[in-house]
Antibody, heavy 122, light 109 residues
């Protein structure tokens, strides 16, 4: 059974940092592109970042570019999101999501994690 | 403002057929796969339709998807109370980003 379990969320002050993790099981992480998607309270889904199987292709939304860094450790079956210079508008549930496209080609998400809440507030 | 356009709300009575539209551009729907997600408030999204019109195992055949050019639609037949949820369309965009619709809140009257 495919499982994605996020962790690392919490309360952080504006300007602070947080590192999210996503542990994958039930499939071989190294063969799938991965994504982070967030959802602010009461709002819709917003794409944050994507990374290809071998980390050769990495993309960010304009809203997080230069502040967030996506990475992965296939040997540890884990995906990460380092979030720096956090702002109040980054407050959201962050979802780890598996893409079903072949390496380097992003098609769409077929599995989602349960999400982890990040709250940026003083 | 979302890149993909969906109606903010839709409704129907039990047993009815409801459709939700999604429109985009040549750079997303026009050249890449379209996905539909269902999200019950307080839970993670779940894939309903993948690659335009494919239904994952476990998703009832009451749900169907279609795409033509830069437009797509999700149809739900035999509407049931448990279908009440938010529905999102999504596609990869050739500008190297993933784009979503703003979501459609479906109410079963």
């Amino acid at each position: 059974e495919v499982q994605l379990v996020e962790s690392g969320g919490g309360l952080v002050k504006p300007g602070g940092s947080l590192r999210l993790s996503c542990e994958a099981s039930g499939f071989t992480l190294s063969t799938y592109n991965m994504n982070w998607v967030r959802q602010a309270p009461g709002k819709g889904l917003e794409w944050v970042s994507s990374i290809s199987t071998g980390s050769n292709y990495i993309y960010y939304s304009d809203s997080v570019k230069g502040r967030f860094t996506i990475s992965r450790d296939n040997a540890k079956n884990s995906l990460y999101l380092q979030m720096d210079s956090l702002r109040a508008e980054d407050t959201a549930v962050y979802y780890c999501a598996r893409d079903e496209g072949p390496s380097g080609n992003f098609w769409g998400v077929d599995y989602w994690g349960q999400g982890t809440l990040v709250t940026v507030s003083s | 403002q979302s890149v993909l356009t969906q109606p903010p709300s839709a409704s129907g009575t039990p047993g009815q057929r409801v459709t939700i539209s999604c429109s985009g551009a040549s750079s997303n729907l026009g050249s890449n796969y379209l996905y539909w997600y269902q999200q019950v408030p307080g839970t993670a999204p779940k894939v309903l339709i993948y690659r335009n019109d494919q239904r994952p195992s476990g998703v009832p055949d009451r749900f169907s998807g279609s795409k033509s050019g830069t437009s797509a639609s999700l149809a739900i037949s035999g509407l049931r109370s448990e279908d009440e949820a938010n529905y999102y369309c999504a596609a990869w965009d050739n500008s190297l980003r993933w784009v979503f619709g703003g979501g459609t809140k479906l109410t079963v009257l």
